[in-house]
């Protein structure tokens, strides 16, 4: 029973590309977020959703867009994909916001060439 | 502003030894503070929180509100304690992650 997914595992694709990687948790959490973690090992939010409203964006660039179709579930679009999105992209949930475990996705590596 | 502070980047420890990853916040209300590990190529997953007190695999933390810290200790190393740590400030609505400590234990 995984707590929290995400597809895919690996992601290579070409600067330009638009891609999306998904996110499920099957905790009945209320709230989702994403990470950036980069080659040093940086944990950065990107953003988190509540009850399919958007609480958080810290400075990320709009090629980024968070799209949650409910509250299981919190994809992640980019659009135009550049060299320095290179990174692993972690999801993670909790029950409510702030103050609350975070219970974390295996995560995403992705490549732009 | 809410700041989480690790200033070492990396620490090595031999198997046995005590060991101690620092920490530092700086934030004017009651923070929620957690340590998170990420084992190799794995998940990051919680370690402790401050809240709960509890040991976790022979980790303690204590907060101290004087010196705005929240130290992770263990009195023993182990092989296995090699990880990269998190110390992370939760607020009413915000996380704040530390930049990580890589531990390393040499046998």
């Known amino acids: 029973d995984t707590a929290v997914s995400q597809t895919p595992k690996y992601l290579v694709t070409q600067m330009g590309n638009d891609k999306s990687i998904k996110c499920e948790q099957n905790?009945?959490?209320?709230?989702m977020y994403w990470y950036k973690q980069d080659s040093k090992k940086f944990l950065k939010i990107m953003f988190s959703?509540?009850?399919?409203?958007?609480?958080i964006n810290e400075t990320v660039p709009n090629r980024f867009s968070p799209k949650s179709p409910d509250k299981a579930h919190l994809n992640l679009h980019i659009n135009s994909l550049e060299l320095g999105d290179s990174a692993v992209y972690f999801c993670a949930s909790s029950r409510a916001g702030g103050g609350d475990t975070q219970y974390f996705g295996p995560g995403t590596r992705l490549t732009v060439l | 502003a809410q700041r989480v502070t690790q200033p070492e980047k990396l620490l090595s420890v031999f198997k046995g030894a005590p060991v101690e990853l620092k920490c530092n916040y700086s934030y004017s209300g009651s923070p929620e503070l957690f340590w998170y590990v990420q084992y190799s190529r794995q998940r990051l997953q919680l370690l402790l929180r401050?809240?709960s007190r509890e040991s976790i695999k022979g980790f303690t933390a204590d907060l101290n509100k004087g010196e705005t810290s929240f130290h992770l200790k263990k009195p023993f190393a182990q092989e296995e304690d090699s990880a990269m740590y998190y110390c992370?400030?939760?607020?009413?609505?915000?996380?704040?992650f530390g930049p990580g400590t890589s531990l390393s234990v040499i046998p």
């Open positions: 959703y509540n009850n399919k409203e958007l609480i």
């Open positions: 992370a400030l939760s607020t009413y609505d915000k996380v704040i």
């Open positions: 905790l009945g959490h209320d709230t």
């Open positions: 401050h809240i």
